[in-house]
């Protein structure tokens, strides 16, 4: 079955073509050189910016695919959750095409795609499995029971991983897109230079929070830039990222320990970060877990990991019809 997948719930026009786990095409328009004057995500910009590229970057993921419309077999579109005004330009694309085509029209959560960019990467995982999804908007674990049943085990209180890397790298003055930005400038963690909490959810052991570690960043570089005192931000890029990862990895771990699951599968923007990867590798190889995590080009937002979720929902009966909507939240668990 031949999927076109459209995405455009942030900042990035998306479309791809994919037949079960393998990517026939995989365009992706960015909108960051755009955004990064105004040093994040402006919605309304990244709205008009999904109207004037989505006809060309689909065309181009049909036409790259040695396609035509015709030979499409189902249209997939990302329809929650993210910015309310860059979802409705995909869903509404989505749906012209699917009713002009006749073809099926399949809603895919913008997270369950993030999870399924490891189908791409991994042909062989298969459900079930623990889940790190992190990204801009949300850090949560996940027990993934099969390719449409997820349940949420731990969540963040407060803000994201991703939220917390980019606005520390930017209190550091570094560009948008900061997380990633962080991670390339990072050299050695010094804690003793640069204090960092490790913020505990009473009542949770699952539970992340990222909002104290994320100030605590702000402050201490407002409060360098007050008394003139120069901020090393390499040492304090890798020691926000050190604490980051501590935090996502304990969590993980602790996770995987309560619920005996010995696959553990990371996603999500922030998945590409190296510490991440190669702590959590290290680990894992030390307790015994087989890891997984996607390639760097399908880390970030991309249609190809739309269709890759697709073809899961379709099975599972999730189609939609003209009345399909766009929803900026929506939980990963909402169907099952
Ligand atoms: O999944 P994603 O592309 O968009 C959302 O769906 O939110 O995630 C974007 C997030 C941003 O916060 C970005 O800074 C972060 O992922 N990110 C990274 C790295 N690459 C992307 N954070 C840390 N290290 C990286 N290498």
Redesign the pocket.
């Known amino acids: 079955m031949k999927i076109l997948a459209i995405e455009s719930?942030?900042d990035?026009t998306a479309a791809a073509v994919v037949e079960g786990r393998t990517v026939l095409s995989n365009i992706v328009a960015t909108q960051i050189a755009e955004h990064k004057i105004y040093g994040g995500v402006v919605p309304e910009i990244a709205s008009r910016r999904h109207c004037e590229a989505i006809s060309t970057v689909v065309n181009d993921a049909v036409a790259t695919a040695g396609l035509t419309l015709n030979d499409i077999d189902a249209i997939a579109v990302t329809h929650a959750p993210?910015l309310i005004g860059a979802l409705l330009v995909g869903v509404n694309y989505a749906k012209g095409l699917a009713m002009s085509l006749n073809k099926p029209l399949i809603p895919v959560h913008?997270?369950r795609s993030?999870i399924a960019a490891n189908y791409i990467s991994h042909k062989e995982l298969e459900p079930p499995f623990l889940c790190l999804l992190?990204?801009?908007?949300?850090s949560l674990i996940v027990k993934v029971n099969s390719y449409t049943d997820f349940e949420i085990i731990g969540r963040t209180r407060d803000d994201?991983?991703?939220?917390c890397?980019?606005k520390s790298?930017r209190s550091m003055g570094l560009e948008y897109?900061?997380?990633?930005n962080?991670?390339?400038i990072a050299t050695e963690p010094d804690f003793e230079k640069y204090p960092m909490p490790w913020p505990k959810v009473d009542s949770s052991e699952l539970d992340f929070s990222f909002s104290g570690l994320k100030t605590a960043v702000i402050n201490l570089t407002h409060n360098a830039e007050q008394k003139g005192t120069p901020i090393d931000v390499p040492v304090l890029s890798a020691t926000v990222?050190r604490r980051v990862c501590d935090i996502l990895i304990a969590n993980t771990l602790k996770a995987a320990e309560m619920t005996g699951m010995k696959k553990i599968v990371i996603a999500?923007?922030?998945s590409?970060?190296?510490e991440?990867r190669q702590r959590m590798t290290e680990e894992c190889e030390i307790k015994g877990f087989r890891l997984y995590y996607p390639e760097k080009k399908y880390?970030?937002?991309n249609a190809a990991m739309v269709g890759a979720q697709a073809i899961y929902e379709y099975q599972n009966g999730n189609i939609a019809d003209s009345m399909l909507n766009a929803a900026a939240t929506l939980n990963i668990d909402y169907l099952k």
């Open positions: 719930s942030c990035e993210g913008h997270l993030h992190v990204s801009g908007g949300n994201a991983a991703g939220e890397f980019d790298a897109p900061g997380g990633v962080l991670d390339k990222r999500g923007g922030v590409a970060n190296s991440l880390c970030g937002d």
